[in-house]
């Protein structure tokens, strides 16, 4: 597809989808957003680019193959569950380290159940793209 | 095989597997060793690991009189086996593998007959089901090792299946899995209704494991496995573990009248029918397998009773049987080995050309026999004596003993006799060779055991056979002694008319035979039943996909969306009558527009011819949903329902360019029923939904979530907090299937393309 206002909308459109699915999912445990929702508009951030620029460029972009990333994201997720097993824990009980904790601040908060939403985010993000990819190239 | 000992070693892991095995089993055979002792004294050994405390699974061993038995007889005769298999199978080219296969199954079977925890001993149950299933099938390149080891797998798993839920069902009645707590209730499992369901769960997998009458026919076929894994799994080990359950189970689930009846009647049968059977076989290898059976039924007919000559009985002739079969299957493995044939017609003479083997065999089979001074004899008198103490029908007992044990004789004869000392010429020039001490070792050491405990079986009895008797009936029970000379009594009276019989067996071994293949061919054969079976399975398969999934995506979803519908509405008629009293609840304006925008793409998609529009019309349905969960509170949902929708649509758009027009044939004429099954869909959601809301929410799990997210997992989107803390295991499931769904899309569209 060779749209003029396409493809520059796109180079806006896609570092802000980006940036913005990244920042669902990291607010998302307190605010609407999540691993979940944070890898629905990356995804869509490759899909437009996809649309505009060709699947080659788009791959070429994601630099891993799509497949490769939901493989990654469903190790990571299951990394996240087993750390807790390093703790003493039982499977999947959230681990959290509070960065800087004084008696009245938290501090910043890390956590095995962020690790687990990256992990999703991952898987969301690989599996649509290799099914979109796979798709398009095969409407070529 | 014969070649195979020239070919030179094959892959970096033939050596390793050649020495490694038969170092750690006989390690592990020393340290079982060093308990017997402290087992003799009649303690308990026993040790614990929490596994899954949250469903209180624990891994518990446990090393009493009964385990250490099979212990030892696993690692014992696992590392002669091993030292076997080094040459048997040297050079071949998956030997490593084999060897692999081997110890994984010896390991399986150690943790079977340790454990103390019902589900850890049902784990390790499965284990060497598998393990079994490919050392059967080893030889994979044949149809018949194939189907050998699938039967084999199909029967036994079944069977433990059965088995789980006779475990669970105990867990139930006794509230612990573990065996040790289970038998210190006394009698809870028999006095519980549940009994009965129980005890035929439990045999369901005892018998099906170690092949009891009429599910014996799966071990004779597994024969088609390697001689070494005959010997290991179809003699001593793998089939003994039914037995091994059932003497386990036997102060929890024995003693009572059904317990007795059944395993007294199926190992009656299958001790007579499988050594009728081992009479009429001429490859020595089918012959051992018939009894072996035997064995197996004889062993189940003594565990029906619960005097302590009959569980002596159990105890003696487990070790007898396991060192004799052991010892023979090996023999007919160096007779394979060396002269490439296992036929009994064609053998003859070999004792000249394999001394040691001749006289090794001889041994064994003079203690298969029941002939004095060796094991064997022991086992057999106080097998009689077991015979005549039980509490069900002694003569009938007796008398399948005496059949059998008479036909054990004339079996011992063609097996371990004629090939070595009958004269005959070979039929062509077989060269027979000495076997190399590697595999001398095996049937020398196991023949010559049956000797020494047949001289001293107090050596036997102590450190054996009375803590294995204790550990079944309790310490109360005293064993009976083995000896070798008992007195002038009934047992050795009928020992004498076993030798009679025995012998005359023998000496009319033919004409018995061709009687017996003559009447085999009038009789149903399980084999071919079996063969049925599965071809029903198949082809009730067949039917039914033929019926569900004819490859038409419309008739899939039309299934799918009637039997939803099938689901939801009869779930309304049950609970609510026909025409449950349902209130309207009051709209506002927003909540018209959103219906409005709903019903119009709705109806644009029914409407129009082109696929373009009817996407588009989907998209704005699925807007309207979202809009719906906007207007009551839900903005995860409603962002993840926006941007699902908005992929569907390019997805859609990009699938749409390969797809045919909608009707491509112009036919209508599904399209009534489809709309019929439509509508019927969506009065019954509406009905469903309207009664939900009609009654009280049940709000305990909202409160909890509301109160428990901030606090106790950090988080103020209850949402996100149930789906990545409270509930993430589900939600690592269901990434699982994202990511599977992907791949194998993925893999349709790459496959097609190619």
């Known amino acids: 597809m060779n749209s003029i206002i396409l493809l520059a909308g796109t180079r806006l459109l896609v570092a802000l989808l980006l940036v913005f699915s990244v920042f669902m999912l990291l607010r998302g445990h307190n605010t609407p957003g999540g691993g979940f929702i944070g890898g629905l508009i990356g995804a869509t951030g490759f899909v437009v680019y996809a649309i505009a620029c060709g699947t080659e460029q788009a791959r070429q972009a994601l630099r891993v193959p799509p497949e490769n990333v939901a493989m990654v994201g469903l190790g990571i997720g299951l990394f996240a569950g087993v750390m807790a097993a390093f703790f003493g824990d039982a499977f999947f009980v959230g681990q959290w380290l509070f960065i800087g904790a004084t008696e009245t601040e938290k501090g910043l908060p890390l956590s095995s159940v962020l690790v687990f939403d990256i992990g999703v985010y991952l898987v969301v993000l690989g599996s649509i793209l290799t099914l979109t990819f796979a798709l398009e190239e095969g409407a070529d | ?754």
């Open chain 2, 1 to 754: 095989m014969a070649g195979h000992s020239e070919v030179a070693d094959k892959g970096p892991w033939a050596r390793p597997a050649g020495l490694l095995p038969p170092v750690l089993a006989a390690a592990l055979f020393v340290l079982f060793l060093g308990m017997v002792p402290e087992i003799a004294d009649e303690q308990v050994l026993r040790w614990a690991w929490d596994w899954v405390p949250s469903l209180g699974i624990a891994i518990t061993f446990l090393v009493d009189g009964l385990s250490l038995t099979f212990a030892l007889l696993i690692t014992g005769i696992g590392s002669l086996v091993f030292l076997y298999s080094s040459k048997y199978l040297q050079g071949h080219p998956h030997f490593a593998r084999f060897m692999l296969f081997i110890v994984m199954f010896m390991l399986s079977m150690l943790g079977l007959v340790l454990a103390d925890n019902l589900l850890t001993l049902f784990v390790f149950w499965e284990l060497t089901t598998i393990t079994s299933y490919l050392l059967i099938g080893f030889d994979h390149s044949t149809a018949k090792g194939r189907r050998s080891a699938l039967q084999a797998l199909l029967l036994t798993g079944t069977g433990g299946l059965a088995l789980l839920a006779g475990f669970i069902l105990i867990g139930n009645v006794a509230g612990t899995f573990e065996l040790s707590e289970i038998r210190a209730q006394g009698g809870v499992l028999i006095e519980s209704a549940l009994y009965l369901p129980i005890l035929i769960l439990v045999l369901a997998g005892t018998f099906t494991k170690s092949a009891q009458f009429p599910l014996h026919f799966w071990l004779p076929n597994a024969m088609a496995a390697p001689t070494p894994v005959s010997a290991y799994l179809h003699s001593a080990t793998m089939v003994k573990a039914g037995v091994y359950l059932m003497a386990r189970m036997h102060p929890n689930l024995g003693g009572t009248d059904v317990w007795l009846w059944v395993l007294t009647i199926a190992g009656a049968v299958t001790a007579v029918f499988a050594s009728i059977m081992a009479l009429k076989q001429t490859d020595l290898k089918q012959s051992l397998a018939y009894t072996t059976l035997m064995a197996l039924g004889t062993l189940t007919l003594f565990l029906a009773a619960d005097v302590g000559y009959a569980i002596t009985a159990v105890m003696t002739f487990l070790v007898v049987h396991s060192l004799y079969k052991a010892a023979l299957f090996l023999v007919v493995g160096i007779i394979d080995h060396s002269t490439g044939t296992r036929h009994v017609n064609e053998l003859g003479g070999l004792a000249r050309a394999m001394p040691i083997t001749a006289v090794a065999a001889g041994v064994a089979a003079l203690s298969m026999a029941g002939l004095p001074p060796f094991i064997g004899f022991i086992g057999k008198e106080i097998k009689y004596a077991g015979a005549l103490a039980v509490g069900s029908e002694p003569a009938f007992v007796a008398a399948a003993v005496l059949v059998s044990n008479a036909l054990m004789l004339a079996v011992a004869g063609i097996v371990s006799f004629s090939p070595f000392w009958r004269r005959k010429h070979l039929a062509e020039p077989l060269n027979p060779h000495e076997a190399p001490w590697q595999m001398l070792a095996g049937p020398i050491i196991l023949a010559a055991l049956g000797a020494l405990f047949g001289i001293y079986p107090e050596l036997l009895a102590r450190s054996l056979v009375n803590p294995g008797v204790a550990a079944i009936l309790g310490p109360d029970v005293t064993p009976a002694a083995l000896k070798l000379w008992a007195g002038f009594n009934l047992p050795l009276v009928l020992s004498l008319v076993t030798f009679a019989l025995g012998w005359l067996f023998y000496y009319y071994r033919r004409g018995l035979r061709t009687w017996l293949i003559g009447l085999g061919e009038r009789l149903p054969v399980f084999d071919n039943g079996w063969d049925n079976v599965l071809d029903g399975l198949k082809a009730l398969a067949a039917w039914q996909t033929r019926l569900v999934q004819g490859g038409l995506l419309r008739r899939y979803l039309f299934i799918t969306f009637a039997t939803f519908l099938v689901a939801v509405a009869g779930t309304i008629w049950l609970k609510a009558g026909p025409m449950p009293a349902l209130e309207w609840p009051v709209l506002q304006v927003q909540h018209w527009v959103v219906i409005a925008i709903v019903v119009a793409g709705a109806l644009l998609t029914l409407t129009t011819s082109s696929r373009i529009a009817a996407i588009a019309g989907l998209g704005a349905v699925g807007i309207g949903v979202a809009l719906i969960f906007i207007i009551f509170g839900a903005p995860d949902v409603a962002i993840t329902q926006l941007l699902v929708e908005t992929l569907v649509v390019v997805l859609f758009a990009v699938a749409a360019l390969k797809l045919p027009q909608l009707d491509p044939d112009g036919t209508k004429r599904h399209r009534p029923l489809d709309a019929a099954l439509a509508v019927s869909i969506g009065i019954g959601v509406t009905v469903v939904m309207l009664m939900v809301t009609d009654g009280p929410i049940d709000r305990r799990l909202t409160d909890y979530f509301e109160v428990t997210s901030w606090p106790e997992a950090f988080g103020r989107n209850i949402v996100n907090v149930i789906l990545v803390d409270f509930r993430a295991l589900d939600t690592f499931g269901e990434i699982a299937v994202v990511a599977i769904a992907a791949l194998s899309a993925f893999a349709l569209l790459k496959g097609r393309k190619a």
